[in-house]
């Protein structure tokens, strides 16, 4: 046999390997699976961009100490800047999917680049093209949480918490049957902690700046006390600064808002690695449900009419995730492969099971 053919026959072994279902042995029991709503790649990957830290984009910021913020000489170091766990960490130690200009690939098909479309396609796993608005109408689909929560193993162990109020749409909650807080309401689903109970007075007290969205502090904060006290093997948490500062064109508070979030996964990161039901048994993932256009207006806005706005990118840490870092001349990768993914680090074949949702991927489980 010559060394040619031997090498197809190598590949090709390689190649079947990788698409079989990976569903063998793992390490991930939990999974935290954070997303911030239309965070775009050019700050995930390149940090504070020059074009958009000018005055008229900095509200009430004092603009030389945004830039002492967030401005440095190189993207990769901006981008530490902005966001120093994801890369100080996550990069280090997890994968992370999406710099085209490493030729990494991530984005969504469903060819609307808004969130619901978004949402749904994350936690469904394929588009639908019948979501056609941001309406608070009850998914049609299941969520992967849904079909988890559905099996004796998770029942009663999914919780989902969201700073926009569509959330319980999205999840069609009265359906799903496990908690999904969203919005301004208070949450009610378990017994007060002292802390929840100031959370939700928060939630009813604090200015609303945006009728449907609360501050991702409110969400963030009752899911982390959710975590510690009813100890979910699936937490979701969505915020939504990131999206709705930017529509408004303020730069200042949309890189203030990324740099929280960036926190708050070090939160979660470091709670769980102290919880001997979560420590080396938990995967993290983070994304987003679109990008946004680019500098020096379209930044601000999403959608059809975007069309780079269907690039995003997604993080994954944990024990069966390879520390391949920040990825490069990768397959693309799509939104509708998330669902797969998680229920795959936790040994289930969502992908089996559900025939139109995308496939686990392959470089993400060991
Ligand atoms: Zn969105």
């Not at 700050?43 to 074009?51: M, Q, S």
Request: aromatic content about 10%.
């Amino acid at each position: 046999m010559n060394h040619a053919i031997l090498r197809i026959i190598l590949l090709s072994s390689a190649a079947l390997s990788a698409l079989a279902a990976p569903l063998g042995p793992h390490k991930t029991e939990n999974i935290i699976f954070v997303m911030t709503d239309g965070l775009r790649v050019q700050e995930l990957f390149n940090g504070a961009e020059d074009a958009l830290l000018i005055k008229g984009n900095a509200g009430e910021s004092n603009l030389d100490a945004l830039k002492k913020a967030y401005w440095r000489d190189t993207p990769a170091a901006r981008r530490e800047a902005l966001m120093p766990f994801l890369w100080g960490t996550v990069a280090k130690n997890g994968q992370i999917y999406g710099n085209r200009e490493l030729k990494s690939e991530a984005f969504v098909t469903n060819e609307k680049n808004f969130s619901y479309p978004g949402y749904s396609e994350t936690l469904c796993g394929f588009p639908d093209a019948e979501i056609t608005s941001n309406d608070k109408i009850l998914n049609a689909n299941v969520t992967v949480l849904e079909w988890l929560h559905r099996k004796p193993a998770f029942r009663n162990k999914v919780a989902a918490f969201g700073a926009w109020d569509v959330f319980p749409y999205i999840f069609n909650a009265a359906r799903a049957g496990f908690p999904v807080n969203a919005g301004y309401d208070p949450f009610t689903a378990v017994p007060l902690t002292p802390k929840l109970e100031l959370l939700n007075q928060l939630k009813a007290e604090a200015p609303r700046v945006w009728p449907d969205e609360a501050f991702d502090s409110l969400p963030f904060h009752t899911a982390l006390e959710y975590l510690k006290e009813q100890k979910p093997r699936v937490l979701y948490l969505s915020l939504g600064e990131t999206d709705d500062w930017a529509h408004g064109g303020n730069y200042a508070e949309y890189l203030h808002s990324a740099y929280r979030v960036d926190a708050y996964l070090k939160t979660l990161w470091d709670t769980v690695q102290s919880m001997p039901q979560y420590r080396g048994k938990t995967t993290l993932i983070f994304s987003t449900d679109h990008g946004r256009g680019e500098a020096p207006t379209e930044w601000k806005s999403h959608g059809v009419k975007i069309p780079d706005s269907k690039y995003i990118w997604m993080a994954f840490l944990g024990p069966d995730t390879r520390p391949l870092g920040e990825r490069s001349k990768a397959t693309p990768v799509t939104q509708s492969q998330i669902a797969a993914t998680l229920a795959a680090l936790l040994g289930e074949d969502y992908a089996g099971s559900v025939e139109k949702a995308g496939k686990p991927l392959a470089d993400v489980l060991q």
